[in-house]
């Protein structure tokens, strides 16, 4: 529950909208106060009154029940007490029936969204570089789905160029047939390098002349691209299955081959396409913008021009209310400049298109960067992971049972964890070491906490009661009040495409729910103050997991 929203409903400011009001309330700096306050300061003006006066009228006119059991003004501030034991009865009961669905709403239904996301390029390295946009977008893809939104997950595979032309080219050159099917993207992945280090002028124009060859249809070259292709998805759903990720349509830039003329007929009709050196373009120079290119001098179609049908394409089959791109900064004037020429077509639907742009995560392991001309796969980064994760497992637990499982759990959960922490338009170092630390803001230290939560209500063996009239204490208090909120953050997160708030979210509950335990004895308790604290216990593990599942992270019963 909205708590500020409640009191900014319930107060009545001439000339001053709730909005104002919500924004203005704030937590005072000490609990003993009130929870919530509202400074009076800034309304002086225009109701031409003291603070003072303002927050004694105001006190006076607020009708306290069951949510706000005290209102009182103190020198300009309006202050709040909620009901604490109201909130606690019904914040936990609320929790305790709703399961792995608290947290959840319907505020989506009847309305799609569309994510792009990951969208990898076939035969090229699954790397360090698509960690962000795979579980960003598969965070928001859950996210929206708890919401109540109709979703459709779209991995925009990067199948379409004369790439594919170099790899067969190298392919018949160099290549095994049964090399390349067990060493799978790999040997792919070797062919097409080879061929870029160690092509002769001649390669060139048969490579040229093999992709003319799929794009005309031939049997041969379109058996041998499709193979490529499925040995890269056969290999990246490996991937996806360790990250919890799903996609319910794998249509790549190939799809739309045959759905880029009439979009190309339709900006000539509009009077869009202009002549430049040969080539066909949008010009946006009004707009502040270099020309979106639309064919090359040789009749070439573009990345854009794709992205332009793709985006027809999905307006047509999902009639989407938003349709969001989970892609790197460093493609923001394209979609800039492709928004805009759906814009200029007349869609009215440009407004509901969303570039999610994040920024770019780099290694603090230097022996493994990029710039050194090795490319860091993403499989190796998560295999590290847990590897490290069970070291960490097995020097602090050694006769843990399936530590393996749990090592995996952990080490993945920390890769995910350590990509949607931040604010996801900074760039980011990642360092192993930390995104496994137990003390850190990571997953691992939630994953701790729920497993410390696990063990105290396994000790406990009985099947908790909830008190209905429990007055909890201040550590009790700030866990009850940050579980009430849970649902806020996810709609956050959601509205804002910022999964770190959930992420945030989780550390908080986390720390909170420590202090509690730390400062407050559980099982050792007696009567109503045990049954709440175990009730408490189990509504704090239920969120947390509910957080980080959001995340596409598992929770170990036992660390
Ligand atoms: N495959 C592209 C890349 O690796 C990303 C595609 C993003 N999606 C899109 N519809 N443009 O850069």
Same mark, same amino acid.
Request: with cysteine; charged share 25%; aromatic share 12%.
């Given at each position: 529950?909205?708590?500020?929203?409640?009191?900014?409903?319930?107060?009545? *400011?001439?000339?001053?909208?709730?909005?104002?009001?919500?924004?203005?309330?704030?937590?005072?700096?000490?609990?003993?106060?009130?929870?919530?306050?509202l400074?009076?300061?800034?309304?002086?003006?225009?109701?031409?009154?003291?603070?003072v006066?303002?927050?004694?009228?105001?006190?006076?006119?607020?009708?306290?029940?069951?949510?706000?059991?005290?209102?009182?003004?103190?020198?300009?501030?309006?202050?709040?007490?909620?009901?604490?034991?109201?909130?606690?009865?019904?914040?936990?009961?609320?929790?305790?029936?709703?399961?792995?669905n608290?947290?959840?709403?319907?505020?989506?239904?009847?309305?799609?969204?569309?994510?792009?996301?990951?969208?990898?390029?076939?035969?090229?390295?699954?790397?360090?570089?698509?960690?962000?946009?795979?579980?960003?977008?598969?965070?928001?893809?859950?996210?929206?789905?708890?919401?109540?939104?109709?979703? *459709?997950?779209?991995?925009?595979?990067?199948?379409?160029? =004369?790439?594919?032309?170099?790899?067969?080219?190298?392919?018949?050159?160099?290549?095994?047939?049964?090399? *390349?099917?067990?060493?799978?993207?790999?040997?792919?992945?070797?062919?097409?390098?080879?061929?870029?280090?160690?092509?002769?002028?001649?390669?060139?124009?048969?490579?040229?002349?093999?992709?003319?060859?799929?794009?005309?249809?031939?049997?041969?070259a379109?058996?041998?691209?499709e193979?490529?292709?499925?040995? =890269?998805?056969e290999?990246?759903?490996?991937?996806?299955?360790?990250?919890?990720?799903?996609?319910?349509?794998?249509?790549?830039?190939?799809?739309?081959?045959?759905?880029?003329?009439?979009?190309?007929?339709?900006?000539?009709?509009?009077?869009?396409?202009?002549?430049?050196?040969?080539?066909?373009?949008?010009?946006l120079?009004?707009?502040g913008?270099?020309?979106?290119?639309?064919?090359?001098?040789?009749?070439?179609?573009?990345?854009?021009?794709?992205?332009?049908?793709?985006? /027809?394409?999905?307006?047509?089959?999902?009639?989407?209310?938003?349709?969001?791109?989970?892609?790197?900064?460093?493609?923001?004037?394209h979609?800039?400049?492709?928004?805009?020429?759906?814009?200029?077509?007349?869609?009215?639907?440009?407004?509901?298109?969303?570039?999610?742009?994040?920024?770019?995560?780099?290694l603090?392991?230097?022996?493994?960067?990029?710039?050194?001309?090795?490319?860091?796969?993403?499989?190796d980064?998560?295999?590290?992971?847990?590897?490290?994760?069970?070291?960490i497992?097995?020097?602090?637990?050694?006769?843990?049972?399936n530590?393996?499982?749990?090592?995996? =759990?952990?080490?993945?959960?920390? /890769?995910?964890?350590?990509?949607?922490y931040?604010?996801?338009i900074?760039?980011?170092?990642?360092?192993?070491?930390?995104?496994?630390?137990?003390?850190?803001?990571?997953? /691992?230290?939630?994953q701790?906490?729920?497993?410390?939560?696990?063990? /105290?209500?396994?000790?406990?063996?009985?099947?908790?009661?909830?008190?209905?009239?429990?007055?909890?204490?201040?550590?009790?208090?700030?866990?009850?009040?940050?579980?009430? =909120?849970?649902?806020?953050?996810?709609?956050?997160?959601?509205?804002?495409y910022?999964?770190? *708030?959930?992420a945030?979210?989780?550390?908080?509950?986390?720390?909170?729910?420590?202090?509690?335990?730390?400062?407050?004895?559980?099982?050792?308790?007696?009567?109503?103050?045990?049954?709440?604290?175990?009730?408490?216990?189990?509504?704090?593990?239920?969120?947390?997991?509910?957080?980080?599942?959001?995340?596409?992270?598992?929770?170990?019963?036992?660390?």
């Amino acid at each position: 529950m909205d708590y500020k929203q409640y009191i900014a409903e319930r107060l009545n *400011v001439a000339d001053v909208s709730a909005e104002e009001i919500y924004t203005a309330i704030a937590l005072p700096p000490n609990s003993e106060m009130g929870d919530y306050a509202l400074p009076c300061f800034k309304f002086a003006k225009v109701l031409r009154k003291s603070p003072v006066a303002i927050a004694e009228d105001l006190k006076n006119s607020f009708v306290c029940d069951g949510v706000i059991s005290e209102v009182s003004a103190v020198n300009g501030y309006l202050n709040f007490k909620i009901n604490k034991i109201g909130l606690a009865a019904a914040t936990l009961k609320n929790v305790l029936s709703a399961g792995e669905n608290y947290g959840s709403a319907q505020i989506g239904k009847g309305k799609t969204i569309c994510i792009d996301y990951s969208s990898v390029n076939v035969a090229k390295p699954f790397h360090i570089g698509h960690l962000s946009t795979t579980v960003i977008g598969g965070a928001l893809y859950k996210l929206f789905k708890y919401l109540g939104y109709n979703v *459709v997950g779209i991995n925009h595979l990067g199948d379409y160029g =004369t790439q594919f032309g170099k790899l067969i080219c190298a392919y018949k050159k160099w290549g095994d047939k049964d090399e *390349v099917q067990k060493g799978g993207i790999h040997a792919i992945n070797d062919l097409y390098v080879r061929f870029n280090n160690e092509a002769t002028a001649e390669m060139e124009s048969e490579a040229r002349e093999y992709f003319r060859l799929i794009e005309s249809g031939d049997k041969e070259a379109n058996e041998l691209f499709e193979w490529f292709k499925s040995l =890269t998805l056969e290999y990246v759903k490996t991937i996806y299955e360790k990250l919890n990720i799903t996609f319910d349509s794998y249509a790549g830039e190939r799809f739309y081959t045959d759905k880029m003329q009439p979009v190309i007929d339709e900006l000539k009709a509009k009077n869009l396409l202009k002549e430049s050196e040969g080539a066909q373009i949008v010009d946006l120079d009004e707009y502040g913008m270099p020309p979106c290119l639309i064919l090359r001098s040789d009749g070439a179609s573009l990345y854009a021009t794709r992205d332009l049908a793709a985006a /027809v394409y999905r307006k047509n089959t999902y009639d989407f209310y938003k349709c969001l791109y989970v892609v790197a900064y460093q493609q923001n004037l394209h979609f800039k400049q492709f928004f805009k020429v759906l814009e200029l077509m007349g869609k009215d639907w440009a407004k509901d298109m969303v570039h999610v742009a994040y920024g770019m995560v780099s290694l603090e392991d230097g022996a493994m960067s990029t710039r050194k001309g090795k490319v860091v796969w993403l499989e190796d980064v998560i295999a590290r992971c847990e590897e490290k994760a069970y070291a960490i497992i097995d020097e602090k637990n050694k006769d843990l049972e399936n530590k393996r499982e749990i090592a995996t =759990t952990v080490g993945v959960g920390a /890769v995910i964890f350590g990509a949607l922490y931040n604010n996801k338009i900074k760039d980011i170092t990642f360092s192993y070491d930390k995104v496994l630390s137990f003390e850190g803001e990571t997953s /691992v230290y939630v994953q701790y906490t729920c497993a410390r939560a696990n063990s /105290v209500l396994l000790k406990s063996g009985v099947k908790e009661t909830l008190p209905e009239n429990y007055l909890p204490n201040a550590q009790e208090s700030e866990v009850v009040k940050l579980i009430a =909120t849970f649902p806020d953050a996810v709609k956050e997160a959601a509205e804002k495409y910022e999964p770190s *708030v959930v992420a945030r979210y989780a550390v908080d509950l986390a720390q909170k729910f420590n202090k509690f335990y730390i400062d407050c004895k559980i099982i050792t308790a007696e009567g109503e103050t045990k049954d709440f604290r175990l009730a408490l216990t189990r509504a704090a593990l239920q969120t947390m997991k509910n957080a980080l599942s959001l995340l596409g992270i598992g929770i170990p019963e036992k660390m």
